[in-house]
């Protein structure tokens, strides 16, 4: 079965957002997708963060980050998580601002 190239291409970059998301280096050299300026970018100041599906902390557990790891997200915290993307969120308690971004 023939994938045309339009769709491959949309499903690479969702993953390289996926990976960045993730706190983990695109691969092949490819950018990072970055918030613009003054865009809500976090650090994460647990030894290990859970990333989960929705914002409750018997959700799903979708990813991890480790320690030191920045992403973007958004300003939006229910139930004591931040949205990082469609389906990820994370405790807002260890997601500390960058300085200059405004969450």
Not at 18 to 25: A, F, N, P
Not at 28 to 36: D, H, I, L, M, V
Not at 56 to 79: H, L, P
Request: aromatic letters at 4%; charged letters at 25%; a neutral charge.
């Amino acid at each position: 079965m023939l994938v045309p190239k339009r769709a491959l291409l949309i499903g690479g970059v969702a993953v390289v957002a996926l990976v960045y998301s993730m706190g983990m280096e695109p691969p092949n050299g490819e950018t990072a997708p970055t918030g613009g300026e003054g865009a809500c970018k976090v650090i994460v100041t647990a030894d290990v963060l859970n990333v989960r599906a929705k914002p409750d902390v018997k959700s799903e557990i979708v990813g991890k980050f480790n320690m030191g790891a920045e992403t973007v997200a958004d300003k939006a915290v229910e139930n004591g998580f931040r949205k990082l993307a469609q389906d990820r969120w994370a405790a807002e308690e260890f997601l500390k601002p960058l300085p200059g971004h405004d969450c």
